[in-house]
């Protein structure tokens, strides 16, 4: 395994559309692999293949606590099959927008249908952590930051701070 550079604010690559996967070969399990130890030297819960410049529909998934042993997930090609109606506000973090956070609201629980690493097709239910972390990820597949979340106004500020910095 490897461990692959983030691409961060303000690279427009972040804002790529991410293709659909034709197929679960080797090389897809070795990016989705190289993701998981990326994510986990982070560290982070949570990682789309556009993060690491792949705009591919792949997410790799852990939200198991510190304490906890690790629950890798890999999910491929992940389409939102229900959403619930209870609403729930996480304060979230990306590791393509180092030391920001942001309040968001969203769906409490969720029926996501993808294919794992065997290429079969499953649904999974979520709730709580997890199912806000797969919709933050599966955001980045459509090339949607939590930035878009905030005021105009706050998303300026945010993003003429990742510029300056990126400038050097
Ligand atoms: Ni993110």
């Keep these: 395994m490897a461990r692959l550079p983030i691409v961060t604010l303000p690279d427009p690559v972040l804002r790529q559309v991410s293709a659909a996967i ?3 070969d080797p090389d897809l399990l070795k990016l989705a692999d190289d993701m998981l130890e990326t994510m986990y030297a982070a560290p982070g819960i949570g990682l789309a293949a556009i993060q690491v410049g792949v705009p591919r529909r792949l ?3 852990d939200v198991a606590g510190d304490d906890e042993p690790r629950q890798p997930m890999t999910f491929i090609n992940p389409e939102i099959v229900s959403l619930g109606s209870e609403k729930r506000v996480y304060e979230e973090g990306c590791l393509s927008i180092p030391d920001v956070r942001v ?3 969203r769906p409490a629980a969720l029926t996501v249908r993808y294919t ?4 079969v097709r499953r649904e999974l239910t979520a709730d ?3 199912a806000t972390a797969i919709q933050h990820e599966m955001d980045h597949l459509d090339g949607r930051l939590i930035i878009d979340f905030l005021s105009r106004l706050k998303r300026d500020i945010v993003v003429r701070k990742f510029k300056k910095v990126a400038r050097g």
């Design 116 to 119: 794992d690493r065997d290429g």
């Design 103 to 105: 309040e968001i609201e």
């Design 128 to 130: 709580g952590l997890l």
């Design 59 to 61: 997410l790799v998934l």
């Design 22 to 24: 034709e197929r679960v």
